[in-house]
Antibody, heavy 120, light 107 residues
């Protein structure tokens, strides 16, 4: 069974940093591209970024709203996906989901999410 | 960026009804479209990929169609567990974008 478990969320002040992790199990993590998606309170879904797999040279993509502030990384030896968030803004407050892309390149599994609150 | 517009934004329906949700892309996206369901307080769930293919484990009461700019999600024989918010997402080009969501409520 595919499992994605996010951790690392919490309260942080504007301008601060936070690192989220996603622990993956039940599948060969190194074979899959992974996305981060967020959802602000009471709002819709927003794509944050992508981590491609080794076959795609571990390249990344980012939404404009987070580019140059957020960094996605992965550790295939630990089946872990990470999201380093710097220079956080109040508008980054959201539940952050880790998602897996299937071999058809579409999202097929979601984690339960972790809440990040940026507030003074 | 490709804008995704869903309609209606909300729909009220009864158990047993059939509901159709529309998603329109601001430019052609071939069939690079996915649909997700989100029940209140829960993480989203993947329903459909490539516009019309069911994800593993998703019942056939869900169906998707469309290509290019216009897409639909149809839910047949609506049951209590089907109520929630549905989102479309385009994967044609970056940044990937979602529709604003359609809330399916109990009448």
């Amino acid at each position: 069974e595919v499992q994605l478990v996010e951790s690392g969320g919490g309260l942080v002040q504007p301008g601060g940093s936070l690192r989220l992790s996603c622990s993956a199990s039940g599948f060969t993590f190194s074979d899959h591209c992974m996305d981060w998606v967020r959802q602000a309170p009471g709002k819709g879904l927003e794509w944050v970024g992508r981590s491609r797999n080794k076959a795609d040279r571990y390249t990344t993509e980012y939404a404009a709203a987070v580019k140059d502030r957020f960094t996605i990384s992965r550790d295939d030896s630990k089946n872990s996906l990470n999201l380093q968030m710097n220079s956080l803004k109040t508008e980054d407050t959201a539940v952050y989901y880790c998602t897996r892309l299937g071999r058809n390149s579409f999202t097929d599994n979601w984690g339960q999410g972790t809440l990040v609150t940026v507030s003074s | 960026d490709i804008q995704m517009t869903q309609s209606p934004s909300s729909v009220s329906a009864s158990v047993g009804d059939r509901v159709t949700i529309t998603c329109r892309a601001s430019q052609g996206i071939r069939n690079d479209l996915a649909w997700f369901q989100q029940r209140p307080g829960k993480a989203p769930r993947s329903l459909i990929y490539a516009a019309s293919s069911l994800q593993s484990g998703v019942p056939s009461k869900f169906s998707g169609s469309g290509s290019g700019t216009d897409f639909t999600l149809t839910i047949s024989n609506l049951q209590p567990e089907d109520f929630g918010t549905y989102y479309c997402q385009q994967l044609k080009s970056y940044p990937l974008t979602f529709g604003g969501g359609t809330k399916v409520e109990i009448k």
